[in-house]
């Protein structure tokens, strides 16, 4: 059985850097073909794909935010950890980590999500 | 950037209805397509990869079609189950853009 969860802080202020970890089972990152995303969703709006992670250690980012975006995995762990640099109120939103298989190239399994808001 | 395009934004429908959503990609994205159906609360539940290959555990009444630039989604006798918002996400660029949704609800 694959899950996947999300865990951070639900409050961050402006300026700030926000840490959330992934903590999955089920499937090895260690394994060909594996690889975690992270994708974000502000209220009522469209998901949007943030970064991924994959089982050889290559790292993808989206354009808009590559400057403040990191990504790390901890395969002993099975965990993946995403920092957000200078947080914004417009960067509320629920943050989701996903399984994607490379070669299919689909996020097959969610985390429930967790929700972030960024506030003073 | 490539930009995903769904029609409509939302629609109304009855139990039984044939449903048919579309998304228009840009670019030529080739086939690398995939659907999703997100319940409030919820993660987005992947429906459809590779434009038309239906995910393990996916009811068969739900098709996609399309290559190129224009993909369509179709529930072919929708059920109370399936009202809910409806995302394409392209993966033929580095930035798998998902599409703006499309809300399905009761008629």
């Known amino acids: 059985q694959i899950t996947l969860r999300e865990s951070g802080p639900a409050l961050v202020k402006p300026t700030q850097t926000l840490t959330l970890t992934c903590s999955f089972s089920?499937?090895?990152?260690?394994?060909?073909?594996?690889?975690v995303s992270w994708i974000r969703q502000p209220p009522g709006k469209a998901p949007e794909w943030l970064a991924r992670?994959?089982?050889?250690?290559?790292?993808y980012f989206t354009t808009s935010l590559k400057t403040r975006l990191t990504i790390s995995k901890d395969t002993s762990k099975n965990q993946v950890v995403l920092t957000m640099t200078n947080m914004d109120p417009v960067d509320s939103a629920t943050y989701y980590c996903?399984?994607?298989?490379?070669?299919?190239?689909?996020?097959?399994?969610w985390g429930p999500g967790t929700p972030v808001i960024v506030s003073s | 950037d490539i930009q995903m395009t769904q029609s409509p934004s939302s629609l109304s429908a009855s139990v039984g209805d044939r449903v048919t959503i579309t998304c228009r990609a840009s670019?030529?994205?080739?086939?690398?397509l995939n659907w999703y159906q997100q319940k409030p609360g919820k993660g987005p539940k992947l429906l459809i990869y590779?434009?038309?290959t239906l995910q393990s555990g996916v009811p068969s009444r739900f098709s996609g079609s399309g290559s190129g630039t224009d993909f369509s989604l179709t529930i072919r006798s929708l059920q109370p189950e399936d009202f809910a918002t409806y995302y394409c996400?392209?993966?033929?660029?580095?930035?798998?853009?998902f599409g703006q949704g499309t809300k399905v609800d009761i008629k």
């Open positions: 996903a399984r994607t298989i490379d070669t299919l190239r689909f996020h097959d399994f």
């Open positions: 089920g499937f090895t990152l260690g394994s060909t073909g594996m690889c």
């Open positions: 992670i994959d089982w050889d250690d290559d790292e």
């Open positions: 670019q030529s994205i080739s086939r690398f």
């Open positions: 590779g434009a038309s």
């Open positions: 996400q392209e993966t033929h660029s580095a930035l798998w853009t």
